[in-house]
């Protein structure tokens, strides 16, 4: 079956920097665009990040120049890399899958981000 298990949540303080990874099994890897959403509380679930297979990358505006997403294909991990963390980027951060030529997505149960002031 197809998992997406996140890592790399935590504490930091703000103005830290966190690597969050996602390791994808039960699916073929380079057929899925993988991203990055997250959910505050009281919020809708927003996309933070996401790459395609052939590597192309879209970002939320407010976090270009923070935030980089990339995709290790041996691996079959997407990490994103997010610097210069503030309080508002506190939010459960998830992974996802989505098929790049059919209806078909997964996602991850989550990892905790939390960052203090």
């Known amino acids: 079956q197809v998992k997406l298990v996140e890592s790399g949540g935590g504490l930091v303080q703000a103005g830290g920097s966190l690597r969050l990874s996602c390791a994808a099994s039960?699916?073929?890897?380079?057929?899925?665009?993988m991203g990055w959403y997250r959910q505050a509380p009281g919020k809708q679930r927003e996309l933070v990040a996401s790459i395609s297979p052939l590597g192309s990358t879209d970002h939320a505006d407010s976090e270009k120049g923070r935030f980089t997403v990339s995709r290790e294909s041996a691996k079959r991990t997407v990490d994103l890399q997010m610097n210069i963390l503030k309080p508002e980027d506190t939010a459960v951060y998830y992974c996802?899958?989505?098929?790049?030529?059919?209806?078909?997505?997964?996602w991850g149960q989550g990892t905790q981000v939390t960052v203090s002031s």
């Open positions: 039960g699916l073929s890897f380079g057929t899925y665009t």
């Open positions: 996802r899958a989505d098929h790049w030529s059919v209806s078909e997505t997964y």
